[in-house]
Every structure is written in C-alpha cells, then in structure tokens.
C-alpha cells in the first residue's frame, strides 16, 4: 500500500465523477463541470463517535471535502459510537426533511429497516458507511442505497491470520480480543471474523466485550485491559476491534506496565495516535479503512441519485496494512486526518 497507489485511485474516482458531469451536462455549456454541481441537494451525515473523535474525525473531513468539492447542505450528527443515540438521530434527522441520509449500520438491520422503509417512502435516498446492512441494501440500491467501507467480516478474518503469521503464533497460543461481538448486524461480524480467524489457527481465545463508557472515551479502559492481562499474563497477540481502542494501545500497554513488542498488537484503522504507537513499537499491525473515503463517497452517492438517479454503488474501501514497513508513508496523512 502506497500514498502514491491511493492518490490515484482517489483522483481517478472524483475524475471518472467529473467527467460523466462534464458529459451530461453538454446542454448547459458545461456548467456542472466547473460549479458546484450539488448544491441545493440538503444531506444528514453521520460520523459515527463523538466530536472530533478517532476515526469519526476522519469520515467527517471526507464529509466536508464532499461538502465543499460538490456544493450540498450537510448536517452532521455525532452519536459517540452509541447505536442507540444514532437511531434516535435518525429519527431527528428525517424529521428536517432531508433529500438523502449517509448513515452507519451499527443497529443493525431490525432496527434499522423501519426507518429505512420511512426514509425512502418520504423521498430521502439512504446509504451506508463502514458498516453495511446487506439485505436492505439489496431491497433499495435501485433507489440510490449503496455501501462504502469494508468487508467486515473478512476484514476480522484476515487481520488474525496476518497477525498469526507476522506475529509467529503457534496453535495453543493465547489472544485477547476486545471488541464489539455483541453489537447487532455486520458490525458484530467483524469480531466474529477476528475471532474465528484465531481459532481457524489454533490459537486460544479471550474475549471481552467494550463497555459503552470505554467505547465513548477508550482512555477510560486502561483498568481494564491492566486486569484481563494480568489475569492471563501467557496473552501473545491483543487485538483491539475499535480505532479509538487501537489507538490508546500504548496507553493500554503502559497502564498493564508492559513494554512495548511484548505482546504482538494489532487493530483497525489509522490515526496520528495510531501511527505513534506503530512507531514506538507498541502497536504491531492495523488494517486501514481509509475513512476519509468512508465520508467523501457516501455524499457523492447521495448527489449523483438525486441528481442523475444513479443506483447504490458499493465500495470496498479496506485498502492494506500498515506497520512499521511502511508507516512513515501514511503518518503524515494521520497527521493531517485523511488517513
């Protein structure tokens, strides 16, 4: 994974997008070409934690990048990664009349089908970011309802293989995961996948579930993490299923008075916190998301249905790893919160 490989990738998307509105909009001497061809278009954007937060930071920058590359009005709604705050923001949000919605699927799909179902039947296009709601998806893609982020399940899957094999764990080894099972739809699916992916190698298990009050503000679960380490003091691998969680894995190593490179550490996404903690060795291995995407895309989804009636596009936006290979490439980025 390079700067170089995403960059063109991003630019070939926006000029791919540039050019179908250059094409259409021959009839009006190329306006939409060279405006802001999304304007009046109103949108309710969902970033997911809490204001300013790790991750939640990231999809909002992309947000306003789309905000002020394509000219909508965008609303934005923090939930502090709370699944219920967000249905009740939903709620909130298609009361104000709005032409689409860009939401997580962290409910789930039973929570979240009605308000689906109302949204569309009042006019509002909805898609999904980060994670997805497979079969609502299917239902209304027709209608605009697309999916940007990653395979979650796979994803989970694929960071505990790589972790067994970078790490060089051998079957009867003991991993702490820490993550989000219990959380309903595809969000769950991940841990599920990081768990399995263990266990399809062998390695021992130990799971706990993230309290609500460590999800909000992960620097309140040193404690913790300090007790289930040191309940289990032969752990070889941690995973944190959450960015704000991997983030705070110096933190958490320090707090559990463990150095750094004792136990292989891995999670999910990038941050500037993430990346220092890569490159002070106490954090090993992070899948990258890039939730820069996970904002920009869902606002260009919801203008181009609106607009020109285009179907749900569905994005894997899951672009590598990173380690301490190659995390000088992408900590300027984190630095900046693109990355």
């Given at each position: ?18 050019s ?78 709005p ?43 027709t ?6 982020g ?29 993550g ?45 993490f ?7 003091p ?38 500037p ?67």
């Amino acid at each position: 994974m390079s700067i170089k490989k995403a960059k063109v990738g991003f630019a070939a998307l926006v000029i791919a997008a540039s050019s179908f509105v250059a094409i259409t909009s021959a009839t009006t001497a190329n306006a939409a070409a060279t405006t802001q061809w999304c304007k009046g278009v109103k949108i309710a954007a969902f970033p997911g934690g809490p204001q300013g937060g790790v991750f939640a930071n990231n999809v909002y920058n992309g947000y306003r990048q789309a905000e002020k590359d394509l000219g909508p009005t965008v609303k934005y709604y923090f939930s502090d990664w709370d699944p219920a705050k967000m249905v009740t923001q939903w709620k909130e949000a298609i009361a104000t009349k709005p032409n689409g919605i860009a939401m997580y699927g962290f409910m789930g799909p039973e929570a979240a089908k009605p308000l689906v179902e109302d949204s569309f039947k009042k006019g509002i296009i909805v898609t999904t970011l980060n994670t997805s709601l497979v079969d609502l998806q299917a239902q209304y893609s027709t209608k605009g309802f697309g999916y940007v982020g990653a395979v979650n399940y796979k994803a989970g899957v694929d960071l505990a293989l790589e972790m067994v094999k970078r790490g060089k764990l051998a079957a009867g080894d003991s991993a702490f995961v820490w993550g989000l099972k219990g959380q309903g739809g595809d969000r769950g699916q991940r841990t599920v996948g990081v768990i399995e992916g263990f266990e399809k190698a062998k390695i021992k298990v130990i799971y706990q579930e993230i309290d609500q009050a460590t999800n909000t503000t992960p620097a309140s679960g040193g404690p913790t993490f300090a007790g289930i380490m040191a309940k289990n003091p032969g752990v070889k691998a941690v995973v944190t299923d959450h960015g704000g969680l991997t983030s705070t894995a110096a933190t958490y190593m320090k707090a559990a008075n463990l150095k750094a490179g004792s136990v292989y550490f891995g999670g999910f996404d990038v941050s500037p916190a993430t990346t220092a903690a890569i490159e002070s060795g106490f954090l090993q291995l992070v899948i990258d998301q890039q939730p820069f995407l996970q904002g920009y895309l869902p606002i260009l989804q919801i203008c181009l249905t609106k607009k020109y009636g285009f179907s749900g596009l569905d994005v894997n936006t899951a672009g590598g790893f990173v380690d301490a290979s190659n995390v000088k490439i992408v900590a300027p980025l984190a630095k900046v919160e693109i990355r």
